[in-house]
């Protein structure tokens, strides 16, 4: 069974350009996450959908960042424009249901850097 | 809201040395503690969790962890590591109010030496 795929798996921009991630959760699941990770901040949680309805966005950076969920299969996370300070590894999760108890299981990542 | 103290960044240890890793939380109700484990390159998965009954967890790869609901502890311990237990490991907390979302530590860093 596939797990959460996320494309691209790397991606270099220049400062400015759009930026476009992808996800697809495993089959069954109807919660989402995207985070983001870095160095210095850790982990944080961006915004997360249940039956591909926003959640919580409270963790969004910026209006620069966007995130829709048009179908249960696919989610995107765009960046307009792209800022160096963008640079991170972003992973998308998925689980069955919303509660808290839930296992959540990570995509391998897209590691974005923005030069 | 929850927070999570991871107090160590990086931990080494030699093979076959036990090891604990240190979480602690912070919440003013109930919650669900997990531990997620990073390998290089790859994204989070799950080590084990606490829900509730027994406090002392025991999850894959030989890990297990013991809620302590006074010291509001999750320590994570392994009698004997290996080389390929070198990785980042993430504490996490979530409270039991329903929709609620994981919040994590800034992670350990367990590099095994041989």
């Known amino acids: 069974d596939a797990g959460v795929i996320q494309s691209p798996r790397h991606e270099v921009t220049e400062m400015g350009q759009e930026v476009t991630l992808r996800c697809k959760p495993i089959?069954?699941?109807?919660?989402l996450f995207w985070y983001r990770q870095t160095m210095m901040r850790g982990l944080e949680l961006l915004i997360y959908f249940n039956n591909n309805v926003p959640i919580d966005d409270s963790g969004m950076p910026e209006d620069r960042f966007s995130a829709k969920m048009p179908n249960a299969s696919f989610s995107t996370l765009k960046i307009q424009p792209s800022e160096p300070r963008d640079s991170a590894v972003y992973f998308c999760?998925?689980?069955?249901?919303?509660?808290?108890?839930?296992?959540?299981?990570f995509g391998p990542g897209t590691r974005l850097l923005v030069l | 809201a929850q927070s999570v103290t991871q107090l160590d960044s990086q931990v080494p240890v030699f093979e076959e040395a036990p090891v604990e890793l240190r979480c602690n939380y912070s919440s003013s109700v109930s919650v669900y503690l997990f531990w997620y484990v990073q390998y290089p390159n790859q994204g989070l998965q799950l080590l084990l969790k606490?829900?509730?009954?027994?406090?002392l967890v025991k999850g894959i790869n030989g890990f297990e962890a013991e809620f302590n609901k006074s010291q509001t502890s999750f320590h994570l311990r392994k009698p004997s590591v290996h080389i390929s237990d070198t990785a980042e490991y993430f504490c996490a907390v979530s409270g039991q109010g329903g929709s609620e979302k994981l919040v994590f530590g800034k992670g350990t860093k367990l590099t095994v030496n041989p």
């Open positions: 089959s069954g699941h109807n919660s």
């Open positions: 606490y829900l509730s009954g027994s406090t």
């Open positions: 999760a998925s689980t069955v249901g919303l509660a808290g108890r839930e296992t959540q299981y």
